[in-house]
């Protein structure tokens, strides 16, 4: 028997640390002979493009090489499976896959919308009676998987997050003018990558000296009011907004930044509220102000992941063969957290049937009264999620990176 | 006799280890006694806002972190001297400090602006007979100073840009479909930074596919026309452009990203050309596009400096002090490049009035004949000033830091 891995949705920093997981713990594995890579997630085995990743990896070295790699090594998609009663020339056409390539496991590292996959997949094949086991992987910067205590790639962006954000703390404070600086950060529907900026307070600086985060309201008169209050207090204000906020304004055009197109999986595409931020505190406060926007820097920055991260990911990958050859099916696997001090995980898996196009927000009970900061609690639930830096080689002053496409 | 030193102009990754070169030779000089820092550049000097470095660096390790700590660490400023001839009375500001702290040697470290400083002081000294010296330390991530071969900072800054942007193209392959990403990168007047991301084609990476630098003019249609023409070729076509292009348009209004002020030096404030050509090519070819402005992070970037830099940075330092003990004044420090292979420099000297308010251009020998891209010479220039990793050590999770203000 063979078996197939493929990983969706949008680039992480770990996902290929996962996509080693699967590879290293199934070559071990009794029973295994190929490991298949499909290019383009789900694609690739509709549209028959797989390589061997055993023709690919065959060296530790090459494994290290690419837990290291940033983005999806395989290719990636955002293809939403339609409903089987529908349309099933896709499901017949993955089993075709499956049959021609001898594939009794498939592995689909991605989130929410990838989990959608893995339940659809899984259901068609139980129904038709067929043995093939169905494994979700989770992956995502934005954390917000249910069931999960958190999702591999949000502590390597987690880290890069708090690291670059030190760094423009120390950047923004050479002045001695008055100055503002807002950091638009990840997180189309909820804000825990934005929330873990929080830890920066850990090394004694003051900033980020506001948060906001999409799970509350964001009205433009109270943000200006925040910005001034804080402002007395501070010489460089600093920032923290999710890029999810919905800026609630009466008097200002906003038009600009907000798009009304949406994505397969009707997501609003979203870029620019911190260049909107931007303007209104240039016009109604008129210090000096910019806006930085990490854009797609934090969740490719291999070059700053996370250790724990790598680690898990890695892990959770190979607890997903474990869990298929085990006779699990329709499953997504997670991470539970048995204590903060000392950090402790273990893996499991739950239905993917009830992952699938759900979002975990950020908890309430960690934001505070006037929804414009964390509270101290959430450091706890963050920081080990971001300890650890990986031994990365270097050629010609860039880290080393393994392609396979 | 004691001695003062401060920083100007915008951050850098390598201005502090500037100061550490500064700080660690003078304590070992013959006959220096104490270092003082200037808050804020030289306005610590006009204010009386002095802190004795002396009491804050105890030891080895305090050096070795405030080296990798990122931005001044002094703070800095923007102030240019008036004429003398006009206005004296900061002149006779900067002679009462230094009288005041018995200071007989003056050290800044900071761009063209800076050195504008140094030879006006210096220039004011000897004409009223004080034997006080005044040598400027060159810093800038533009690396656009005349006389140097490169500048401190400038390697660190680069060596950000290839590892970002090697990140970039491997975020930007995930998608099957076609895609252009534009990188914005800093560079007001002269392209070097932004031609530096040639490095990343060392990878075997064929991005960047287009190079554009403020030395050569910039045309829309010529820009749609090039990126056509790549996206023939390549799936994700990855564009590098300076900050500091003049767009020249014909048809396209462009008022929203190109302001009239100035600052205090005559510059222009640049934001958003990656942002325009982002909406170009999304109306004029319609495919998936993304502008990433790697504002800030490009300057300040210190978990990702290159160990040449930090150590050449220290070394000019030093060798400032030991210029200005050998009776030197009125100079800034440059660095001479004996050989690419093996990459070899030696420390010199030139009047700091020959390098104040002049830019040196990114050479058109190495601009390609189409303007849109930069020849492979320029790759052995560039590659030494990126090598070697410093040891950097981290406390939850974040590189440690020196905060000495």
Chains 1, 2 share one sequence.
């Not at 690291?163 to 050479?174: F, H, K, L, N, W």
């Not at 854009?295 to 920055?301: A, D, G, K």
């Not at 298929?324 to 957290?337: D, P, Y």
């Not at 505070?368 to 080990?384: I, K, Q, T």
Request: hydrophobic share 40%; charged share 25%; with cysteine.
């Amino acid at each position: 028997m063979n078996i197939a891995v493929a990983q969706s949705g949008g680039p992480t920093a770990a996902i290929n640390s996962s996509l080693c997981g699967v590879f290293s713990r199934a070559v071990k594995a009794h029973g295994i002979e190929r490991v298949y890579g499909s290019l383009c997630g789900i694609e690739g085995i509709i549209y028959d493009n797989l390589i061997c990743l055993n023709d690919k990896l065959k060296t530790d070295e090459d494994i290290e090489r690419l837990m290291l790699t940033p983005s999806t090594a395989l290719g990636s998609c955002r293809y939403k499976l339609p409903d089987r009663m529908k349309d099933d020339a896709p499901y017949r056409a993955v089993a075709k896959c499956f049959e021609k390539y001898d594939i009794g496991m498939f592995f689909y590292i991605g989130g929410n919308d990838s989990m959608d996959t893995v339940a659809k997949l899984s259901a068609y094949f139980k129904k038709s009676g067929s043995d093939v086991k169905i494994i979700g992987i989770p992956k995502t910067i934005d954390n917000d998987l249910c069931e999960t205590d958190h999702t591999p790639g949000f502590g390597s962006a987690a880290k890069y997050l708090a690291a670059t954000m030190r760094e423009i703390v120390r950047d923004s404070s050479v002045y001695s003018a008055k100055s503002v600086t807002i950091v638009e950060i990840m997180g189309r529907n909820a804000g825990w990558l934005t929330a873990s900026s929080c830890i920066v307070r850990l090394t004694g600086e003051t900033a980020p000296h506001l948060i906001y985060l999409p799970e509350r309201e964001f009205k433009i008169d109270r943000f200006i009011h925040d910005v001034k209050l804080k402002l007395k207090e501070h010489r460089a204000v600093i920032v923290a907004v999710s890029e999810g906020v919905e800026i609630q304004a009466d008097n200002y055009d906003l038009s600009d930044f907000q798009s009304g197109a949406t994505d397969n999986f009707g997501h609003k595409y979203l870029s620019g509220v911190g260049k909107c931020l931007e303007k209104v505190v240039s016009n109604e406060i008129g210090c000096k102000v910019r806006s930085i926007e990490l854009n797609v820097l934090q969740r490719c920055s291999a070059h700053l992941a996370s250790k724990t991260d790598l680690d898990e990911a890695f892990d959770i990958g190979a607890a997903a063969v474990d869990a298929a050859c085990a006779g699990e099916t329709g499953k997504m696997m997670t991470i539970q957290r048995l204590s903060d001090k000392p950090y402790a995980v273990s893996m499991g898996s739950v239905p993917a049937d009830i992952i699938a196009n759900e979002v975990k927000l950020f908890p309430d009970k960690w934001i505070n009264a006037d929804s414009n900061d964390v509270l101290p609690e959430a450091v706890d639930y963050f920081l080990p999620l971001i300890l650890g830096e990986p031994d990365i080689k270097y050629e010609n002053g860039m880290p080393v990176q393994m392609l396979i496409k």
